[in-house]
């Protein structure tokens, strides 16, 4: 990969994560420092800090991590800035004016780092000196920073104010890189500018962190609750800090207090997956959150020889092989939740590292899976360690099912490697007070081939109220979004009572099914006496039967959603043809209620998806069709059916 792609890779990242720690996240308390701890960890520490394998003199690193052609691509691009001047801060105000969700802080902020880690990446591919001066200049100028944390972490300005420092994603990522920049160029750059990096990099986030470690009551203090959470930031944030300090610190005690602190925080992380190793984060967060800790836990390994107390077996394991089990097929998966990807290929290649007896991931490169998490891989396994061509595809079953609190479930046509011929489909039971998640109790995609045609739609665009009390204002994150009911006239509520309980279940090569009582989504609904959703896939039919039963104490009125970024067109006699969004792939649905007659609405939901950072200029929107009941009922039962084979719904033709 190249170095503008890395570049754009970590930019993503960022996009990615500015939401913060999102709702449903729980906290709890840690124990204090064990300072016995400490000293035993620091015994198994090198004396001098970072990893002299990632270093600028270890040409075999180097010339591992990329092609030459990637190489020549990333000196053509630090070429292309050695005469640009640096973006200025001044005149750049902290707080976003009206409008700007983000501000020009930030921007201008990332854009400094940007600079220096193409010009980082050209040094180390020449190898000459011809870069030295210009990332010099570039860290002088990033240690001149008031702060590296932004406004959307830093509402109060307690870091731009000085009055504290707040350890967010963001300084953490800036920490890590210019940790790594004093660690591969230690005995190169000029000392006084070493120096006064190193003395920013230690005020701006390591001394904080070391109080932290020593001292959990200044949590509150620095905003730094993270420490004590199990969502993402927790694993994202351990990780970025102790990196940083394993590379700049030269105190082994440091680097050993770094570490203690983690230990103790990051099981509280751990403790945001379900006890069959689901995440309750989603795909993205999954992605994100646990890519942190396996790189973190690799960092440690790499500085201490161990992976002390960061690897809970077996169940880490659970945690890293449900990566492959909430995917239909590799680098396709349902997209529930705040989530923005498909592919968990970079994060799912770490597992090589980790275990041993792991051949799944083949290689795609040493930095396709980050920047950073280049250098924690290449520190731990050294080059021709592992023989990249035994790795194997992995071998999906027939079906992944995650009852515990979620009630997931994921159907494939044929287990093996994946096939693109078939139908997949994905459900989840859910409950509305988990971490990243949206109100969908009940919703299901359709995946034609792996790729979504109906259901699930994923994450829009964060903003400033993506994390407060307007979230769910935001129809592409409350009901109204997902292919889930609308019961008299009342979307989903959210919080921890509602929830899916599952009714049963029934497995086998033919058929999958799964049945859910999901009525507390609705406890609103005051006559509400049933509403259940039966899910089957008839695996040797090509099939997907969706069945709600709803019934009231008197009447109500009743519709149930199908969403789509993709086209759909009326086939006639209630069937409708589904068109992903790429014209690559459809399904057919034929709709039969029973109890009422029925109409079907469609319209285009509001917001937009695919607008993050990780796909700037490539937003789209996505429509709501509805089953619609055409007057009030005391029962009915809505059935939708999805086929490949327009034969289903009385053609002769097939779509594909």
Request: include cysteine; glycine fraction near 14%.
């Given at each position: 990969?190249?170095?503008?792609?890395?570049?754009?890779?970590?930019?993503?990242?960022?996009?990615?994560?500015?939401?913060?720690?999102?709702?449903?996240?729980?906290?709890?308390?840690?124990?204090?420092?064990?300072?016995?701890?400490?000293?035993?960890?620091?015994a198994t520490l090198r004396q001098e800090a970072g990893f002299a394998e990632t270093r600028i003199e270890s040409r075999a690193f180097w010339e591992e991590a990329a092609s030459v052609d990637v190489r020549r691509m990333w000196i053509r691009e630090g070429e292309a800035l050695l005469d640009r001047p640096l973006p200025t801060m001044e005149g750049v105000s902290f707080f976003p004016r009206k409008g700007e969700p983000h501000g020009l802080w930030v921007k201008r902020v990332q854009d400094h780092f940007t600079v220096l880690r193409s010009l980082l990446l050209a040094e180390c591919a020449e190898n000459e000196g011809r870069f030295l001066p210009r990332i010099q200049e570039t860290l002088d100028a990033i240690s001149a920073i008031r702060t590296w944390t932004g406004y959307y972490h830093d509402r109060k300005g307690i870091s731009y104010r000085g009055v504290g420092h707040v350890l967010d994603l963001g300084s953490g990522m800036h920490s890590e890189q210019v940790a790594i920049v004093l660690d591969v160029l230690r005995a190169r750059l000029d000392p006084v500018c070493r120096a006064r990096a190193l003395k920013a990099l230690r005020a701006m986030t390591l001394d904080v962190y070391?109080?932290?470690?020593?001292?959990?009551?200044?949590?509150?203090?620095?905003?730094?609750?993270?420490?004590?959470?199990?969502?993402?930031?927790?694993?994202?944030?351990?990780?970025?800090?102790v990196t940083a300090a394993l590379r700049a610190l030269d105190d082994p005690l440091e680097r050993a207090a770094a570490i203690e602190l983690a230990e103790r925080s990051t099981r509280l992380y751990l403790e945001g997956f379900t006890e069959d190793g689901l995440s309750l984060e989603g795909a993205s967060y999954w992605n994100y959150g646990f890519g942190s800790y396996l790189s973190l836990v690799l960092a440690v390994k790499a500085a201490t020889g161990s992976f002390l107390g960061f690897k809970p077996e077996p169940f880490l394991a659970k945690c890293y092989h449900s990566s492959f089990g909430t995917e239909y097929c590799p680098d396709h998966s349902p997209k529930y939740g705040d989530c923005n990807i498909q592919s968990q290929a970079s994060v799912q290649s770490l597992g090589r590292y980790v275990w041993p007896d792991c051949e799944y991931c083949g290689r795609k490169g040493l930095f396709s899976g980050g920047f950073t998490r280049a250098f924690a891989i290449g520190a731990l396994v050294p080059a021709g360690t592992r023989?990249?061509?035994?790795?194997?595809?992995?071998?999906?079953?027939?079906?992944?099912?995650?009852?515990?609190?979620?009630?997931?479930?994921?159907?494939?046509?044929?287990?093996?490697?994946?096939?693109?011929?078939?139908?997949?489909?994905?459900?989840?039971?859910?409950?509305?007070?988990?971490?990243?998640?949206?109100h969908d109790?009940?919703?299901?995609?359709?995946?034609?081939?792996?790729?979504?045609?109906?259901?699930?739609?994923?994450n829009s665009a964060y903003t400033l109220d993506t994390f407060g009390p307007k979230r769910f204002e935001n129809p592409l994150r409350n009901s109204f979004g997902h292919p889930v009911p609308r019961v008299d006239g009342k979307l989903q509520s959210g919080g921890a009572e509602a929830f899916a309980t599952v009714l049963g279940t029934s497995f086998s090569d033919a058929e999958d099914r799964?049945?859910?009582?999901?009525?507390?989504?609705?406890?609103?609904?005051?006559?509400?006496?049933?509403?259940?959703?039966?899910?089957?896939?008839?695996?040797?039919?090509?099939?997907?039967?969706?069945?709600?039963?709803?019934?009231?104490?008197?009447?109500?009125?009743?519709?149930?959603?199908?969403?789509?970024?993709?086209?759909?067109?009326?086939?006639?006699?209630?069937?409708?043809?589904?068109?992903?969004?790429?014209?690559?792939?459809?399904?057919?649905?034929?709709i039969r209620v029973t109890g009422a007659k029925w109409h079907f609405a469609d319209e285009e939901l509001p917001g937009e998806l695919g607008s993050q950072q990780n796909s700037?200029?490539?937003?789209f929107k996505a429509r709501r069709q509805a089953v619609v009941l055409d007057e009030p009922v005391g029962d009915a039962e809505v059935e939708v059916t999805w086929s490949l084979n327009r034969k289903e719904c009385g053609h002769a033709d097939e779509i594909n």
């Open positions: 990969m190249n170095g503008l792609k890395v570049a754009v890779m970590l930019l993503a990242a960022v996009g990615m994560i500015l939401g913060g720690v999102a709702e449903g996240g729980r906290t709890a308390a840690i124990a204090p420092q064990d300072p016995a701890r400490v000293k035993e960890i620091a070391l109080e932290l470690a020593g001292d959990l009551s200044v949590t509150k203090r620095h905003s730094c609750g993270w420490v004590q959470g199990a969502a993402n930031w927790n694993a994202a944030c351990n990780n970025y800090f023989p990249w061509e035994v790795s194997r595809p992995y071998d999906y079953p027939l079906r992944s099912w995650y009852p515990a609190k979620v009630g997931q479930l994921v159907c494939r046509p044929v287990a093996g490697p994946g096939r693109t011929d078939g139908i997949y489909a994905s459900i989840q039971g859910g409950f509305c007070a988990r971490p990243h998640g949206h109790v009940g919703s299901y995609s359709i995946a034609p081939g792996g790729t979504d045609v109906m259901g699930d739609l994923g799964v049945v859910y009582d999901i009525r507390t989504a609705y406890r609103t609904v005051t006559n509400l006496t049933a509403l259940t959703r039966t899910f089957r896939y008839l695996r040797t039919e090509g099939r997907v039967v969706v069945t709600d039963r709803v019934a009231f104490d008197g009447k109500g009125t009743f519709e149930t959603a199908l969403t789509t970024t993709g086209t759909v067109t009326d086939l006639g006699g209630g069937a409708y043809r589904y068109v992903a969004r790429d014209g690559r792939t459809a399904s057919v649905c034929r700037p200029g490539k937003s």
